[in-house]
């Protein structure tokens, strides 16, 4: 398998995925918010529109497949910026619950319009035939992960 990596094909893959990562490690923000935080303003925004409530850090990490302590902290963060709220649950004290304030409800929607633009401007750039084949593409590369992490 290793002598495989000397071909032509799994260079370009290797190096492919390579600039992929490097693109990581610089954190893209999303109309001013880091990945984290936009995933968690969606998920209670989302959350919030289909039970019209609030909702516990347990159903947001469960939402991102994240820990509570991680949606706690990033929770935290939104919190001080005002986009979020906390509230006790009037009918269990122990439980907490978040939901977007005003402004992390324009927050929200204006980072999702962001990452909306940014997809579409790919397609502009790939055309629509090849965004097709990368979206078919990828999906193929996540499967064989996932079986791989089986």
């Known amino acids: ?19 992929f990562r490097k693109t990581g490690r610089r954190v893209i923000r999303i109309a001013g918010y880091n990945p984290s935080e936009f ?10 529109n289909e039970k019209n409530t ?11 497949k994240v ?6 902290q990033i929770v935290n963060i939104l919190e001080k910026d005002g ?17 977007l304030t005003s402004a992390g409800m324009e927050a929200a929607q204006k980072a999702r319009s962001a990452f909306t633009e940014t997809f579409l401007g790919l397609i502009d750039d790939l055309g629509e035939e090849e965004s097709e084949q990368l979206a078919g593409l990828l999906t193929k590369v996540h499967d064989y992960f996932q079986k791989l992490n089986r």
Do not use: C, Y
């Not at 609030?54 to 991102?64: F, G, N, R, T, Y």
């Not at 986009?83 to 939901?99: F, Q």
């Open 39 to 48: 995933k968690v303003l969606a998920a209670i925004e989302h959350g919030a």
């Open 54 to 64: 609030e909702m516990k850090i347990s159903e947001i990490s469960q939402v991102l």
């Open 67 to 72: 820990t509570p302590p991680t949606v706690t």
């Open 1 to 19: 398998m290793l002598a495989d990596l000397e071909s032509a094909t799994a260079q370009k893959l290797l190096h492919a995925f390579m600039q």
């Open 83 to 99: 986009l979020v709220e906390r509230t006790i649950d009037p009918k269990d004290r122990r439980a907490v619950k978040i939901k």
